[in-house]
Nanobody
Framework: QVQLVESGGGLVQAGGSLRLSCSASDRSSGTSFMGWFRQTPGKQRDFVAAMRWIPYLRYYSNFVKGRFAISADNDKNTVYLQMNSLKPEDTAVYYC?????????????????WGQGTQVTVSS
């Protein structure tokens, strides 16, 4: 079982930046990829960004491409989501997740473990 803890959410003005962190209790087992999703009340959880270690690939949704960047610190078992040029429509609860295998990592069902989420609020 992999436990994930997100941090770094908060309130920021439009145009500002935040960096989310996701620490995994154990990335060596069952974690060949990690991703970030977001959800607003009453809506489905949407893919934001993901990365796979072998091969090393990163994926972004169209609405964050060029503004957000996913990265990892393997020594700390931590994945980051750097969010720049934030917009009010980026307001959501952000979740990190991990999974393994040859799956489409832009889709939620590919993931096996999820964090509890961290709130990001962007004011206009």
């Amino acid at each position: 079982q992999v436990q994930l803890v997100e941090s770094g959410g908060g309130l920021v003005q439009a145009g500002g930046s935040l960096r989310l962190s996701c620490s995994a209790s154990d990335r060596s087992s069952g974690t060949s990829f990690m991703g970030w999703f977001r959800q607003t009340p009453g809506k489905q959880r949407d893919f934001v960004a993901a990365m796979r270690w072998i091969p090393y690939l990163r994926y972004y949704s169209n609405f964050v491409k060029g503004r957000f960047a996913i990265s990892a610190d393997n020594d700390k078992n931590t994945v980051y989501l750097q969010m720049n040029s934030l917009k009010p429509e980026d307001t959501a609860v952000y979740y990190c997740a991990v999974g393994e295998g040859d799956k489409d990592i832009t889709h939620g069902p590919a993931y096996d473990y999820w964090g509890q989420g961290t709130q990001v609020t962007v004011s206009s």
